[in-house]
């Protein structure tokens, strides 16, 4: 209909281009206001395809920043509705009957590995548990959709069962959704300074993520699911994930447990069991993981005197690490394990590619050696062998960094651990977990042909000089001072 107004009016206007001045007056006016009313309207139409054209053409808008991301079929049509899209993100009672728009929405409340209290166990640090704290990521997205969010509730205590609501919503336009809320409140048993109760509630929505094991329990979960509103499906948490992280005193060491905590801090249902190589807790250490504010539990295992006492090199964080897989052995049931060193880069969507795994997983890992990295080699598909700096005899030349191991695995395997060998570590623990063939080592990082973790290391800080206590009396510089490590 419109297109055919548009025709003969242009034909009209080339007529009174041609000159038809003669026409009646009145009859000329009211043609010329509908023909110039026609030109605008035909022009901006014109204009807007060529803009959406122009800008479905930019290399920014897909390839580069979410690379990951599925085209959509009506990619042009996003951008021309994104603003009715925003209008849908933000509307549930609308959705539901809206062939552009779909949502979905998880909600639910787990209690992750309540930590039964141990003696080992925090010291003084849980006085201060208490605090809960809400972390909110959004990754990009790339048409402007607002995820809206109802904040779950947090008043989950120390036991299972405790409500949360949450909610997020997204269109069927949107390129990339990634969204995730966790609130973390943590109780602490009144009568004691230990932790007795980690509960978590967290509320999580994934979309079109290229990781299928990602998007697989929302989905499976979509078909069981109670709806607590039309718009609204609960699905299940993905399988915990436990972060065993050696550490020791040294200068770097709440810095380094600082930024490895906030990495952690943006993946849900993990516990940080963070283990010292020392003789008792460190209250400044306990204090860095409360304000955090990553579910954890501290405990200490010092690396035996007479590898301490040696020359050569020594099996750093070994004895750490085993107190880790006691810990598992004794209270973990499902899940996955990683060796997560205080000083490397890692990068959080390795957490969720290694919580799905059934056996063992293995990536690259970089700066490792003088090739600059340590990977399986893959070919055709398959696991052929590895590459690395240094061979060594080991079955498996792997960095600590560069593997996962799911928690029934390893418990169906009671006498695996590391062993105390300078250099042989992982090859060590890996070995301990035969059986185990090449086939069932699951490769991570897109096949291995990505980089995830990084064998960063801090430079060594030689103790700050002391503080002259007499000088500096009652100012802030004696409480800094009680954070540092001093010769
Ligand atoms: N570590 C430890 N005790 C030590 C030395 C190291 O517990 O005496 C820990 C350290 O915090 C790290 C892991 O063991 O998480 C590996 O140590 P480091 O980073 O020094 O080894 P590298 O990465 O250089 O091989
Ligand atoms: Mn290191």
Redesign the pocket.
């Known amino acids: 209909m419109k297109g055919v107004n548009y025709s003969s009016l242009g034909t009209y206007s080339g007529i009174n281009g041609g000159g038809n001045v003669g026409g009646t007056g009145k009859m000329s006016l009211g043609k010329s206001i509908k023909m110039y009313l026609t030109i605008f309207i035909l022009t901006t139409c014109i204009y807007m395809a060529l803009y959406q054209y122009h800008i479905s053409r930019e290399p920014f808008a897909a390839s580069e920043v979410v690379k990951h991301q599925e085209k959509s079929s009506s990619y042009i049509a996003s951008y021309l509705w994104s603003p009715i899209s925003l209008l849908m993100a933000n509307s549930s009672s609308n959705s539901i009957n809206n062939p552009t728009t779909t949502s979905t929405t998880t909600t639910t409340t787990t209690t992750i590995a309540p930590t039964t209290p141990t003696t080992t166990t925090l010291g003084s640090v849980g006085q201060k548990q208490g605090a809960s704290s809400t972390a909110s990521i959004r990754m990009v997205s790339l048409v402007a959709t607002t995820p809206s969010f109802i904040s779950p509730l947090s008043e989950s205590r120390s036991e299972l069962g405790s409500e949360s609501l949450g909610g997020h919503q997204k269109t069927a336009t949107m390129k990339t959704s990634t969204t995730t809320t966790t609130t973390r409140t943590t109780a602490s048993g009144l009568a004691t300074t230990k932790l007795s109760a980690t509960t978590r509630t967290t509320t999580t929505a994934k979309t079109s993520a290229k990781l299928s094991a990602a998007t697989t329990p929302i989905a499976s979960h979509m078909e069981n699911g109670h709806k607590t509103r039309p718009t609204f499906v609960a699905a299940s948490l993905p399988p915990p994930l436990y972060i065993i992280?050696?550490?020791?005193r040294r200068p770097e060491q709440l810095a380094e447990l600082t930024r490895l905590g906030y990495t952690l801090k943006h993946v849900v249902n993990l516990l940080w069991l963070v283990i010292e190589?020392a003789n008792k807790t460190n209250p400044l250490v306990g204090h860095t993981l409360d304000r955090i504010g990553v579910p954890y539990e501290y405990m200490v295992a010092p690396?035996p005197e007479k590898y301490k006492q040696t020359k050569k090199a020594?099996p750093?964080?070994v004895s750490?690490r085993n107190r880790g897989l006691e810990y598992l052995r004794e209270h973990a049931t499902e899940g996955v394990l990683y060796f997560a060193?205080?000083?490397n880069t890692y990068d959080i969507s390795i957490f969720e590619q290694m919580r799905y795994i059934n056996k063992v997983a293995m990536w690259p890992v970089g700066l490792v050696t003088k090739t600059g990295v340590s990977s399986p080699i893959i070919q055709e598909g398959k696991l052929v062998g590895y590459y690395d700096g240094w061979i060594g005899g080991r079955k498996y030349p792997v960095d600590m960094a560069g593997f996962a191991v799911s928690v029934k695995f390893l418990k169906e395997r009671p006498n695996a651990q590391m062993p105390f060998k300078p250099g042989y570590e992982e090859d060590g623990f890996l070995r301990s977990l035969a059986p185990l063939d090449d086939a069932e080592i699951e490769l991570l990082a897109d096949e291995c042909r990505d980089i995830l973790t990084w064998?960063t290391?801090t430079k060594k800080n030689a103790p700050g000089q002391a503080l002259n206590r007499t000088r500096y009396k009652n100012t802030n510089l004696e409480h800094i001072d009680r954070l540092l490590v001093r010769p």
Not at 245 to 248: G, K, L, M, Q, S
């Open positions: 992280t050696p550490t020791y190589d690396m020594k750093r964080g750490n060193d205080d000083d064998h290391q």
